[in-house]
């Protein structure tokens, strides 16, 4: 008999207008009078965050700004960000924007209070223990970091991406405020987009998926696919705006208690190496990992297709299948992601070292089909030489 486990402790705020309300949400929480806010340049410029930092400081918080985080994470930003956080005595850490600045504030409020540098926490050397409190206010609608329990950030000197991951990094809130999204231009937004649909796919299908997280999976397949294409061409669609950032928080409530798998390994690897944007990477691979799972998993991925719409619910399991993989393709190419071997400083002779990061990446394993070094690399070769046809 199957059995599994959900658990998230996070308190999640969702409507137009929700992020005005933030300073009665902290103090109704007791999170401290001292915070320590982070974000990233693009965010402050599009005028986001001061509205947030002054409500608060009306409210009567003390609030110190930290800025320095780059778009694929890195672990000396957090470990500046953690000195940040000490001398300025916070007591809780509010995250505000994309994926960057949620992994990057988690990893903040970890290291702050206990010192070590990431790794110490991604390898077992240090314990997960007195974390800060987390508040996350999402303003793309992607990474689906405001509910989940890791962080995935770069380790400089050697390009590792690395997973820090414990219940204990769950923010205690997450508010999601639709109207914080329309800001996010047309290429973030079908990037973060792909970002969540991946999340939902490869939390439904991996091996340590369960009930509750396909349900949420399947929710969220549905609302990324009939959105995201109308966000991404009239980015101010109220509905569109909102079933999207719905969808990416679904998402993230799906693999966030089950896992991610190939494409995420295969993708965290482009941008440890590259510093490719992570949903970028995640759309160029998409359509190869899934023809590779489905080849021994045509069941699921049957289902895939026919929860996502691109076939009918009467149709046999390899039209279905056939039908997937074509959508899919149709899909990113919908969004003009750019093809791999068109993305910046990517070279075949990197090949053995892509694969070797993807490889060791902690997610292998839970992939819903095995995969080797071999198909790892045979996987990158055909989205690297491979064009698709319209």
Same mark, same amino acid.
């Given at each position: 008999?199957?059995?599994?486990?959900?658990?998230?402790?996070?308190? /999640?705020?969702?409507?137009?207008? !929700?992020?005005?309300?933030?300073?009665?949400?902290?103090?109704?929480?007791?999170?401290?009078?001292?915070?320590?806010?982070?974000?990233?340049?693009?965010?402050?410029?599009?005028?986001?965050?001061? *509205? /947030?930092?002054?409500?608060?400081?009306?409210?009567?918080?003390?609030? +110190?700004?930290?800025?320095?985080?780059?778009?694929?994470?890195?672990?000396?930003?957090?470990?500046?960000?953690?000195?940040?956080?000490?001398?300025?005595?916070?007591?809780?850490? /509010?995250?505000?924007?994309?994926?960057?600045?949620?992994? +990057?504030?988690?990893? /903040?409020?970890?290291?702050? *209070?206990?010192?070590?540098?990431?790794?110490?926490?991604?390898?077992?050397?240090?314990?997960?223990?007195?974390?800060?409190?987390?508040?996350?206010?999402?303003?793309?609608?992607?990474?689906?970091?405001?509910?989940?329990?890791?962080?995935?950030?770069?380790?400089?000197?050697?390009?590792?991406?690395?997973?820090?991951?414990?219940?204990?990094?769950?923010?205690?809130?997450?508010?999601?405020?639709?109207?914080?999204?329309?800001?996010? *231009?047309?290429?973030?937004?079908?990037?973060?987009?792909?970002?969540?649909?991946?999340?939902?796919?490869?939390?439904?299908?991996?091996?340590?998926?369960?009930?509750?997280?396909?349900?949420?999976?399947?929710?969220?397949?549905?609302?990324?696919?009939?959105?995201?294409?109308?966000?991404?061409?009239?980015?101010?669609?109220?509905?569109?705006?909102?079933?999207?950032?719905?969808?990416?928080?679904?998402?993230?409530?799906?693999?966030?208690?089950?896992?991610?798998?190939?494409?995420?390994?295969?993708?965290?690897?482009?941008?440890?190496?590259?510093?490719?944007?992570?949903?970028?990477?995640?759309?160029?691979?998409? *359509?190869?990992?899934?023809?590779?799972?489905?080849?021994?998993?045509?069941?699921?991925?049957?289902?895939?297709? !026919?929860?996502?719409?691109?076939?009918?619910?009467?149709?046999?399991?390899?039209?279905?299948?056939?039908?997937?993989?074509?959508?899919?393709?149709?899909?990113?190419?919908?969004?003009?992601?750019?093809?791999? !071997?068109?993305?910046?400083?990517?070279?075949?002779?990197?090949?053995?070292?892509?694969?070797?990061?993807?490889?060791?990446?902690?997610?292998?394993? &839970?992939?819903?089909?095995?995969?080797?070094?071999?198909?790892?690399?045979?996987?990158?070769?055909?989205?690297?030489? &491979?064009?698709?046809?319209?």
């Amino acid at each position: 008999m199957e059995s599994y486990s959900y658990f998230c402790s996070t308190q /999640i705020e969702f409507g137009e207008g !929700k992020s005005k309300h933030l300073p009665e949400m902290l103090q109704f929480l007791h999170a401290g009078s001292s915070l320590l806010v982070v974000s990233d340049p693009g965010v402050i410029r599009a005028g986001l965050v001061l *509205p /947030i930092q002054r409500s608060l400081e009306t409210a009567g918080f003390k609030v +110190t700004l930290f800025d320095s985080i780059a778009q694929n994470p890195r672990d000396t930003d957090c470990l500046a960000g953690a000195e940040l956080f000490r001398r300025s005595a916070a007591d809780a850490v /509010i995250a505000i924007g994309g994926g960057s600045a949620m992994d +990057t504030g988690k990893t /903040i409020a970890l290291c702050g *209070p206990n010192g070590g540098i990431p790794s110490d926490y991604a390898d077992g050397l240090r314990p997960y223990s007195k974390i800060a409190p987390i508040i996350c206010v999402p303003t793309t609608s992607g990474t689906g970091s405001e509910v989940t329990r890791s962080a995935v950030i770069t380790e400089q000197a050697t390009h590792r991406k690395m997973t820090l991951k414990h219940a204990l990094l769950r923010p205690i809130l997450a508010v999601l405020d639709p109207l914080l999204t329309y800001s996010v *231009p047309p290429s973030v937004t079908a990037a973060t987009g792909v970002d969540a649909l991946v999340h939902a796919i490869e939390g439904y299908t991996c091996k340590v998926s369960n009930p509750i997280s396909q349900a949420l999976g399947a929710s969220a397949m549905r609302k990324i696919v009939g959105s995201l294409p109308d966000v991404y061409q009239y980015g101010a669609n109220r509905e569109a705006r909102k079933e999207m950032l719905e969808g990416s928080l679904l998402a993230g409530l799906c693999f966030g208690s089950a896992d991610v798998a190939a494409v995420h390994c295969l993708a965290e690897a482009l941008g440890g190496l590259y510093d490719t944007p992570h949903g970028v990477a995640n759309a160029v691979f998409l *359509p190869y990992v899934l023809r590779f799972n489905a080849e021994e998993n045509k069941e699921i991925h049957s289902r895939l297709s !026919k929860i996502m719409g691109f076939a009918e619910e009467s149709e046999e399991e390899d039209q279905a299948v056939s039908k997937l993989i074509t959508g899919i393709q149709d899909f990113v190419y919908s969004l003009d992601i750019p093809h791999l !071997k068109d993305l910046p400083g990517i070279k075949e002779e990197d090949f053995p070292r892509i694969v070797e990061l993807a490889y060791n990446n902690g997610s292998t394993q &839970s992939n819903v089909r095995s995969v080797s070094r071999s198909d790892y690399l045979q996987i990158l070769t055909h989205a690297y030489f &491979s064009k698709v046809s319209h």
